[in-house]
């Protein structure tokens, strides 16, 4: 069974940084999309980033460029969310979410992931 953990989440203040976590278990295959997404209160998901680890390709959305950066461990299977200079309004829950086998990021967000992580909690704060 697949499996996904976050981590790494909490209080921070504006223009601080923190460094999410998303652990992958449950199969064997190098090939596979990881992405993030957040949910603030009363808003709609929306996509933060996404990597592919056959090719290292990375997507992140508008409000993401040049303060976040994605990266991925695939020896351990563990896909990190670099977020700098962080607003209030980043302010969510963040899942990651991944498919599993040959795909692309394009791919994966446009028809779907197919499995998801429960979620941490990111609170910028003064």
């Known amino acids: 069974e697949v499996q996904l953990m976050e981590s790494g989440g909490g209080l921070v203040q504006p223009g601080g940084s923190l460094r999410l976590s998303c652990a992958a278990s449950?199969?064997?295959?190098?090939?596979?999309?990881v992405g993030w997404f957040r949910q603030a209160p009363e808003k709609e998901r929306e996509t933060v980033s996404c990597?592919?680890?056959?090719?290292?390709?990375?997507y992140y959305s508008d409000f993401a460029k040049g303060r976040f950066s994605i990266s991925n461990d695939n020896a351990k299977k563990i896909v990190y969310l670099q977020m700098n200079i962080l607003k209030p309004e980043d302010t969510a829950v963040y899942y990651c979410?991944?498919?599993?086998?040959?795909?692309?990021?394009?791919?994966?967000?446009?028809?779907?992931?197919?499995?998801w992580g429960k979620g941490t909690l990111v609170t910028v704060s003064s």
């Open positions: 979410a991944a498919v599993i086998g040959p795909t692309t990021c394009n791919m994966a967000l446009y028809y779907g992931m197919k499995h």
């Open positions: 449950g199969f064997a295959s190098n090939d596979y999309v």
């Open positions: 990597i592919s680890s056959s090719d290292d390709f990375r």
